[in-house]
């Protein structure tokens, strides 16, 4: 029952890291305009994402427009859409696996080695989704603060960090929790198999099948009626 509901507990952590990952890839929050000074009044604030660029006006109108071009892109901006379009599918895949390896779940049968290797391999691929969700996050959020603290920039080129990459964080650190924990199932099954106390067997003795025992067991028993015979008579 304990292992059902850590089980559970491991496909919701992945299925909020899925959730977070898929939405991070369609919001446009991963530049934010960044305005520097205190005589400035913001009308505008323009978003920068994988897939378009916004304009918000007093946060009433907001207008969007994709980037007219894939062989225009910026290699980064390529690189990390790439990236981010195979952490869903992974993703996708992970939560899938972890629902048929479940022990609630009649998917498989009953066969515990086909559920563990299951459970692994969801383990094993959150993670690895994870990894991929931070690599274009954490590059674009260091593009980001570099050209902020860069002095040659002029201050209206300049953005902040987005909502999009905070939330990528946070779903690389469900992806990871959920990861770990099926991940754990193996390395338990695999201790739980292994005895505690090993016994070591003496090479000069040889081991006593059981029908052997049951021979002793047999002479024994009429050892003991002819010795009783004897003291008898």
């Known amino acids: 029952m304990a292992y059902c509901g850590l089980q559970i507990i491991g496909l919701v952590l992945g299925g909020i890291g899925m959730v977070g990952t898929f939405t991070a890839t369609l919001l446009p929050q991963w530049k934010v305009s960044a305005f520097i000074g205190g005589n400035i009044v913001v009308f505008e604030?323009?978003?920068?994402?994988?897939?378009?660029?916004?304009?918000?006006?007093?946060?009433?109108?907001?207008?969007?427009?994709?980037?007219?071009?894939?062989?225009?892109?910026?290699?980064?901006?390529?690189?990390?859409?790439?990236?981010?379009?195979?952490?869903?599918?992974?993703?996708?895949?992970?939560?899938?696996?972890?629902?048929?390896?479940?022990?609630?779940?009649?998917?498989?049968?009953d066969s515990k080695q086909a559920r563990k290797i299951t459970l692994l391999t969801a383990g094993v691929v959150f993670i690895l989704t994870a990894i991929l969700v931070l690599i274009p996050v954490s590059w674009t959020a260091n593009g980001i603060i570099r050209d902020f603290r860069n002095p040659f920039i002029p201050a209206p080129r300049k953005r902040e960090l987005g909502a999009a990459l905070y939330l990528g964080w946070v779903s690389s650190a469900f992806l990871i929790a959920g990861g770990a924990i099926y991940c754990s199932f193996h390395c338990y099954a695999s201790k739980s198999r292994s005895p505690r106390y090993p016994t070591i067997q003496n090479p000069e003795v040889p081991a006593i099948l059981p029908s052997s025992r049951h021979h002793l067991h047999k002479t024994k028993h009429a050892s003991a009626g002819t010795l009783s015979m004897n003291s008898y008579v």
């Open 45 to 109: 604030t323009m978003w920068e994402g994988l897939w378009m660029n916004c304009v918000s006006q007093l946060n009433i109108k907001t207008q969007c427009r994709f980037y007219p071009s894939v062989l225009a892109l910026p290699d980064g901006l390529a690189a990390a859409r790439a990236l981010m379009c195979i952490a869903v599918v992974l993703s996708i895949i992970a939560f899938v696996t972890a629902i048929i390896g479940m022990k609630c779940t009649q998917c498989i049968g």
